[in-house]
């Protein structure tokens, strides 16, 4: 069984920064791309950011030259630095990875993490 488990969100003034943390634990082989998802009410789940298990990375215009994620592949663990944080950032963030177990491959999500900008 595989878990996903994020930490790190909560209440920041506009300007300021966070830090996410998601670490993959469980029968796990491989991790290939992990990202970072956002989502508000009424709106579709969207993409902040990604990773390749090579570290190639993309991420949302909105977001570009403010966030930065990054991953230790030791820890089976992905990171997203919010900098710069604006009031439309609120949402919760969700991590995904492409995790490769002992018995298949499949996409598996964390259960999410607040993140609130708001003076």
């Known amino acids: 069984q595989v878990q996903l488990v994020e930490s790190g969100g909560g209440l920041v003034q506009p300007g300021g920064s966070l830090r996410l943390s998601c670490a993959a634990s469980?029968?796990?082989?491989?991790?290939?791309?992990m990202g970072w998802y956002r989502q508000t009410p009424g709106k579709q789940r969207e993409l902040v950011a990604r990773?390749?298990?090579?570290?190639?990375?993309n991420y949302a215009d909105s977001v570009k030259g403010r966030f930065t994620i990054s991953r230790d592949n030791a820890k089976n663990t992905v990171y997203l630095q919010m900098n710069s944080l604006k009031p439309e950032d609120t949402a919760v963030y969700y991590c995904?990875?492409?995790?490769?177990?002992?018995?298949?491959?499949?996409?598996?999500w964390g259960q999410g993490t607040q993140v609130t900008v708001s003076s």
């Open positions: 990773i390749t298990s090579r570290g190639s990375t």
């Open positions: 995904n990875a492409e995790i490769l177990t002992v018995f298949k491959g499949d996409l598996y």
């Open positions: 469980g029968s796990i082989r491989s991790i290939n791309t």
